[in-house]
DNA sequence: GAGGACATGTAACGGGTTACATGATTTG
DNA sequence: CAAATCATGTAACCCGTTACATGTCCTC
């Protein structure tokens, strides 16, 4: 029962980018987005947490022209934690998208209106595909600008892996409604 | 507040399966699997409320060479409710994927560990894909064995598009873990 | 001065996982 | 007779979403 998992799977997710820099709760906020769903309700009360397990300490900065800010930062502690749950192997990913039902009962909707599902659903991994593009142009930046730092280029080499990986799903279910759509029209060949 | 959604999306995913065919509680379990993740332990108690609600109904089936079973059926009312649903423009799937926050960190662990981190991935979805090819073989044996009833075809074909699904994005994510461990090893090319 | 980004928090509720609990039937 | 599969259920706890709540600072 006494567990290697100290919190849960998101604290080891806010150790991880802690990991690589020193963030407020904001910034965890929207740093974490491309790698995991939570939200700020569910972030800040868990740095309390982790704070009081001393995994984490934090610093107020006072800014001039935005409010002020907690950053936080690993502690060693929170480092040796992080490194023995990185080489657990990781549990397979929770399927779990509305357009599988929509698909699978595609048959009771209109041709029109299950057109327009794949449609909309094609459109949102562009805007996200474009999204991650920049991230990774932003993350090549950064290695370019301090490419003597072993322990940054290690990081920036995380983010590449992570950013390829989402990339490369975008652009399958980019695919994959392009074909479906297709499919709607016609009665054709499988994708693989 | 008076929402057009009436239990939760699990209860649209339920009426999705019993629209295509009578199950039990258990067949649903299964049944549900390459869809959605979800544990009986949720499902019971649901097709209790659905029953209540107007949307299945149920009828206590004896076999002599298995325990009884409960076959649920959906109803006229449960029909309209999934109808209306289907056309509702599907959310995005939430990310949330722990090989994420792993290989954000990848780093910290020795380069052994980061190798069998991806190599377990990788079999993982493997295996994974293989059961989706053998869905989708008896899907087609299906379709091929009454292909008259065009309801039935309807249905063969909204499973067709969703195993197309899983299969092109469990691909996707073997070429990923396969692209990744090269990348452990050299400094090369992206995939994309 | 209204709206938007930045910044941090709490509370209620519903969803999901794990464990507890039981029992029939078949196969090795 | 032990293990596996089929079959159904309940309960406790944790996780996650939505909504509530407050406040700064900048730009239009």
Redesign the interface.
């Known amino acids: 029962m006494e567990g290697i998992r100290v919190v849960n799977?998101l604290s080891?997710?806010l150790l991880?980018?802690l990991?690589?820099s020193s963030l407020s709760g904001y910034e965890l906020t929207q740093n974490i987005k491309?790698?995991?769903?939570a939200g700020h309700s569910q972030i800040y009360p868990l740095l309390v947490t982790m704070e009081q397990l001393g995994y984490i300490t934090h610093e107020r900065v006072e800014q001039a022209d935005k409010p002020d800010k907690k950053i936080y930062t690993i502690t060693g502690q929170g480092?040796d934690q992080?490194?023995q749950?990185?080489?657990i192997?990781?549990?397979?990913?929770?399927?779990?998208?509305?357009?599988?039902?929509?698909?699978?009962?595609?048959?009771?909707?209109?041709p029109a209106?299950a057109k327009?599902?794949l449609l909309?659903?094609k459109e949102?991994c562009q805007s996200e595909l474009e999204r991650y593009h920049l991230l990774l142009a932003n993350n090549e930046a950064l290695c370019a600008e301090r490419g003597e730092a072993r322990?940054l280029e290690?990081?920036t080499?995380?983010?590449?892996?992570?950013l390829?990986?989402?990339?490369?799903?975008t652009?399958?279910?980019i695919?994959?409604c392009t074909?479906?759509l297709e499919?709607l029209e016609s009665g054709a060949e499988?994708?693989?």
Chains 1, 2 share one sequence.
Not at 34 to 37: M, S
Not at 89 to 110: G, I, N, T
Not at 164 to 169: A, F, H, T, V, W
């Open positions: 799977t080891y997710g991880t980018l990991s690589a491309p790698l995991w769903r480092l992080l490194r749950w990185v080489e192997p990781a549990e397979p990913p929770a399927v779990r998208d509305e357009l599988h039902f929509k698909l699978y009962s595609l048959w009771l909707s209109k209106e327009a599902l909309k659903r949102f322990e290690a990081t080499f995380g983010r590449y892996l992570l390829s990986k989402r990339i490369m799903e652009e399958t279910s695919r994959f074909w479906a499919q499988r994708p693989f």
